[in-house]
């Protein structure tokens, strides 16, 4: 079993920055691919970004692709998301969320059916 818990989160302007962290307990996590998803009030959970295992791969969202940085550290079982270049359309409740396969090797790393722990979520909200 796997708990995921956020932080970072909270009330940013626009152009700024933010580092979110999710930090993992079990002994596993290091085997674990990792991602971010955000899911704002009505619509679907979407995909953010995900890292593998290893740490070697990741992906990005469109929206999100050079404003965006995920990385892991397994020393400390937390995965970290930066953003930066903030836009008030990333305003969304933001999920950190583990996998016990390997969705890069799969390719479902883009999936939620892929995850099988996610945390409780952290409020992102940019101000234009």
């Known amino acids: 079993q796997v708990q995921l818990v956020e932080s970072g989160g909270g009330l940013v302007q626009a152009g700024g920055s933010l580092r979110l962290s999710c930090v993992a307990s079990?002994?596993?996590?290091?085997?674990?691919?990792m991602g971010w998803f955000r899911q704002a009030p009505g619509k679907e959970r979407e995909f953010v970004t995900a890292?593998?295992?290893?740490?070697?791969?990741?992906a990005y969202a469109d929206s999100v692709k050079g404003r965006f940085t995920i990385s892991r550290d397994k020393a400390k079982k937390t995965v970290y998301l930066q953003m930066n270049s903030l836009k008030p359309e990333d305003t969304d409740v933001y999920y950190c969320?583990?996998?016990?396969?390997?969705?890069?090797?799969?390719?479902?790393?883009?999936?939620?059916?892929?995850?099988?722990?996610w945390g409780q979520g952290t409020q992102v909200t940019v101000s234009s």
């Open positions: 969320a583990a996998a016990k396969s390997d969705t890069f090797y799969s390719g479902s790393y883009y999936r939620r059916a892929a995850y099988d722990y």
């Open positions: 079990g002994r596993t996590f290091s085997s674990y691919a």
């Open positions: 890292i593998s295992w290893s740490g070697g791969n990741t």
